[in-house]
């Protein structure tokens, strides 16, 4: 069975300064990790996705990730928040069934508080 | 291009009433997910389709939920009997194909109130 663990339901940084959110997951196969984010009232927008391939992946609006396999994390990182970085984040975990499909599973997500 | 929608956005049932909700995912996404998202929640997986077949409904919470995709394109969730901690967020998400390193295109959600 696979498992995401966001490790802070809440984070809170000053603008300017770095930003990183933990996530650590469990997964029996080679998964496939992904962030999302959820801005108050929106849909959930992709940030960026790990599948396998260079495990420091670049994402949009200056995120960006590392895939640790040893340390089964992948946590999301930004060398200055911005006030609109504010929003609720969302670790995910993708991978193949014994059937053959995809199974997805939702960290509960951390709250970041972007302070002026 | 248009990307995920669903109808309505919001929904008021009384306890005890049925309720459909209606998901039109990406043309030609093969993927169809329902999550569920409690206040202060994250996404919890309901259910999954690939093309019309049901491949998981391991998520739904009881009996009272059923979702359908009989002609691989639109999707309904439907909850009978609705309670008052059915109340939620109903996200829909699609995908273009049935392998995990793709991702998902998620709807704006149909928030469910049950009064």
């Known amino acids: 069975a696979q498992s995401v663990t966001q490790l802070d339901s809440h984070v809170s940084v000053s603008e300017g300064t770095p930003v990183l959110l933990r996530c650590n997951y469990s997964s029996s196969y080679s998964p496939s990790l992904f962030w999302y984010v959820q801005h108050p009232n929106k849909g959930l927008q992709l940030l960026l996705k790990?599948?396998?391939?260079?495990?420091l992946v670049k994402g949009i609006n200056g995120f960006e990730a590392e895939f640790k396999k040893s340390e089964t994390s992948f946590h999301l990182t930004k060398p200055s928040a911005h006030m609109s970085d504010a929003a609720e984040y969302f670790c995910v975990v993708s991978d193949l069934t014994s059937g053959g499909y995809q199974k997805v599973t939702f960290g509960t997500g951390t709250k970041l508080q972007v302070i002026p | 291009g248009a990307g995920v929608s669903q109808s309505p956005r919001y929904k008021v049932a009384k306890r005890g009433q049925d309720v459909a909700l209606r998901c039109d995912p990406i043309?030609?996404?093969?993927?169809l997910f329902w999550y569920q998202q409690a206040l202060g929640q994250g996404p919890e997986f309901l259910t999954y389709?690939?093309?019309?077949?049901?491949?998981?409904k391991s998520g739904l919470p009881s009996d009272r939920f059923f979702a359908e995709r009989p002609e691989g394109s639109v999707s309904t969730l439907k909850i009978q009997r609705t309670q008052q901690e059915d109340s939620a967020v109903y996200l829909c998400?699609?995908?273009?194909?049935?392998?995990?390193?793709?991702?998902?295109?998620f709807g704006p959600g149909t928030r469910l109130t049950v009064t």
């Open positions: 043309s030609g996404h093969v993927s």
């Open positions: 998400a699609s995908g273009p194909v049935g392998v995990p390193s793709y991702e998902q295109y």
């Open positions: 389709f690939q093309n019309e077949a049901q491949l998981d």
């Open positions: 790990y599948t396998s391939a260079a495990t």
